[in-house]
């Protein structure tokens, strides 16, 4: 018995356990760091799509269209790689000689001081503002409606006490849609949740990448077998987790909502 919690104990607290521990960080930190670019991106569409000027109301609703319907995937892999070679392109005007630029064998970038090195802090950097993009065309929607649906004799009352267009704006308007808003930013915060499983697509070393080496089947030469293949067992705790950051969400997002709403009519939702 002591021999199996002494194996088991060594087991799941070696390095690369220890490292898989530590890759629960890179999720938490895209799910927050897209989240909130997420609620830019949303105020900034919806804002936007309110404007009195035909050309930005233009500029919102393509936005809000066409991101939501490109599948999130795709547009994972493309924003990254585009931001990466547009940035080699960038530099390779400044430092690629033509010399350098003819003497260079690979299609990419032009030529190797041009070649822009990212790391998992930048991978996850435009992880997250990829995530932001594409779920702020969704909240662009949920914002946009909930703005719609503060009382106009509100906005009328605010303009009557001689607020300008930007103060009845920022001070009444958006403070006041909150309380319709939350409920339908609380499934954008879920979808983004769920879309940090995508980060292994960006070369970044996240819960999923490792549960899914753990869990192949482990041999060693000196030893053996060391396991089959495990992997639903790892899965298994990756499902615990998200559950626990939904259930974790909701709680907080019904707080949001509690606050949110007090003082407000009780036909609106609290």
């Known amino acids: 018995m002591f021999e199996d919690l002494a194996f088991w104990l060594g087991y799941i607290t070696n390095g690369k356990h220890l490292t898989w ?5 890179f999720t938490v930190y895209a799910a927050l760091l897209g989240g909130a670019l997420a609620v830019v991106f949303g105020l900034t569409g919806a804002t936007l799509k309110n ?6 109301r233009l500029v919102g609703s393509t936005y809000s269209s066409i991101v939501r319907g490109v599948p999130d995937v795709l547009f994972f892999l493309f924003f990254p790689l585009a931001f990466e070679q547009g940035m ?3 530099i390779s005007t400044q430092v690629c000689s033509p010399e350098a630029i003819a003497a260079q064998t690979a299609p990419w970038p032009p030529c190797r001081e041009a070649n822009w090195f990212l790391g998992t802090t930048e991978y996850l950097l435009l992880a997250s503002v990829s995530l932001g993009l594409v779920y702020g065309a969704f909240a662009t929607n949920v914002i946009h409606g909930a703005m719609r649906a503060v009382p106009p004799g509100q906005l009328e009352a605010a303009r009557a006490y001689g607020m300008s267009a ?5 001070r009444v308007h958006i403070r006041q849609m909150w309380v319709y808003a939350l409920p339908g930013l609380s ?6 949740v769920k879309a940090t499983s995508l980060l292994s697509l960006l070369q970044i070393a996240d819960i999923v990448l490792w549960a899914d080496r753990l869990g192949a089947p482990n041999f060693l030469p000196a030893v053996g077998l060391v396991h089959d293949d495990w ?11 998200y559950i626990l950051v939904t259930w974790l969400s909701e709680r907080a997002f019904e707080a949001l909502m509690r606050r949110t709403g007090r003082g407000i ?4 939702p609290a």
């Open 187 to 192: 499934n954008v915060w879920m979808l983004i």
């Open 88 to 90: 080699e392109w960038l």
């Open 51 to 56: 404007s009195r000027f035909f050309i930005l």
């Open 265 to 268: 009519l009780s036909e609106v």
């Open 231 to 241: 992997r639903w067992r790892y899965y298994l705790v990756l499902f615990v987790f």
């Open 21 to 25: 521990y530590a890759s629960f960080q």
């Open 166 to 170: 930007t103060q009845v704006l920022w």
